[in-house]
């Protein structure tokens, strides 16, 4: 009963706030003022749902931690449905091959004749998946917070608009020159940064992405300036003739597949030595530093590597599109690629991947509401920084446990 009382007092509360706005009308062309009070009725309605849903939401999350701090160690602990998936390596299996499947029919379900526009809009989300994992290294893992990230992409996408134009080499041969030539930028952004961190360390890369937009859009001979790039060169299939359907399919595949190996390998560099210290860094940098890692190295690896993939995902990005120029690579994209990480947990690859399709392709696919797009984004962000801060999906680290009747076993996490 207070919930309700104090509800619907802060429904009230809000109509009275909101009346001129939602109430009052002026039609300019018949000079008269319009009251429409069902938009107040609207507004209290949904004031009232939300302030019900909130507290009843923040009584049941302090209930549950009041029941954790009574009984810190349950006998039965109730396990998530990724955690469940991920003790199961028979269902995991299936699912990802299914996954897999779905993800490569998926040019030939949705396109028919020259109607490739639902392949493009993948492409393109694939790509922002492919960025949110490389900064996955930097932010989730490595806990460095990095607001320019986007530069490295552009670095990527400039690499080989510049190589294919004026050194006429190929895709395949541009794809890792862009990944090492980000890496190199990496190395030389981390090293002066080394013992920055928290606001200072995201002002500096924030300032790194701000001069490199800065300088491609006024070295005009070099970078064309504010006009691009234009007419850069599609990927090619073996010196064979495609046309405009058959170049978005290939394109697709060659994403999906660096979408796979970017998997992979940060898979493998999380449970590695190196992610290890990674996220030891993370966690406390004095400790780690005290207990022997190399923060120099540590550092500078996570920045390099994050780069890499930032840098070829942006030779996709070149390919694809034929076209860059400076205000391809905005601080916005910055923004949505570090939401990306954030909303889908910090260290988890699927968790990234699904916050990444999500952010991708909903706005496409929900144009009727590009209106508020905007607001509908930023309460979901406050809603997730209050309700669930550890993201969609929790990282999931990797457990020894030693049995001593069978010599040690391997509890294997995401």
């Not at 954790?68 to 990724?82: D, I, M, T, Y």
């Not at 780690?288 to 840098?311: E, N």
């Amino acid at each position: 009963m207070a919930h309700f009382k104090r509800s619907l007092g802060i429904g009230l509360w809000f109509m009275f706030l909101t009346l001129p706005l939602m109430v009052v009308r002026v039609n300019t062309i018949s000079r008269e003022v319009e009251w429409r009070w069902y938009n107040l009725a609207w507004a209290g309605l949904c004031a009232f749902v939300i302030a019900w849903f909130w507290q009843f939401s923040i009584e049941r999350r302090t209930a549950r931690r009041a029941q954790v701090a009574a009984n810190p160690h349950p006998a039965v602990e109730k396990l998530s449905l990724v955690q469940r998936l991920a003790d199961d390596p028979v269902l995991s299996r299936r699912l990802l091959a299914v996954a897999a499947v779905v993800a490569i029919i998926f040019p030939w379900l949705v396109s028919t004749g020259q109607n490739f526009y639902h392949v493009n809009v993948m492409v393109s989300a694939l790509i922002f998946v492919v960025l949110g994992l490389g900064l996955n290294i930097t932010v989730g893992l490595a806990g460095l917070l990095d607001l320019g990230y986007i530069a490295f992409f552009a670095v990527g996408a400039y690499t080989y608009a510049l190589l294919s134009k004026n050194f006429d080499l190929g895709f395949w041969t541009c794809l890792p020159l862009g990944g090492l030539m980000s890496m190199l930028f990496g190395v030389i952004l981390g090293f002066p940064i080394l013992r920055l961190r928290g606001d200072y360390l995201a002002i500096v890369t924030l300032g790194f992405a701000s001069i490199t937009k800065i300088v491609l859009e006024n070295w005009d001979t070099l970078f064309g300036g504010a006009a691009g790039i234009a007419n850069i060169p599609r990927p090619e299939f073996f010196g064979m003739a495609l046309d405009s359907r058959q170049k978005s399919v290939y394109t697709y595949y060659i994403v999906l597949a660096l979408v796979a190996v970017t998997i992979f390998v940060t898979n493998r560099l999380k449970n590695s030595r190196a992610g290890r210290a990674w996220m030891a860094l993370r966690e406390d940098e004095i400790a780690s530093v005290a207990m022997g890692v190399d923060m120099a190295r540590t550092k500078l690896s996570a920045y390099a590597l994050g780069a890499f993939w930032a840098g070829l995902v942006g030779v996709v990005f070149a390919a694809h599109n034929n076209f860059i120029n400076p205000d391809s690579f905005t601080f916005m994209d910055s923004a949505m690629i570090l939401a990306m990480v954030v909303l889908g947990g910090m260290g988890s690859i699927l968790g990234v991947i699904i916050a990444a399709l999500a952010l991708k392709l909903l706005p496409e696919y929900l144009r009727a509401f590009a209106e508020y797009r905007m607001l509908v984004f930023g309460a979901v962000m406050v809603l997730m920084m209050i309700f669930r801060p550890q993201g969609l999906i929790n990282n999931m680290r990797r457990k020894y446990e030693y049995d001593t009747a069978q010599g040690g076993k391997d509890n294997g996490g995401n």
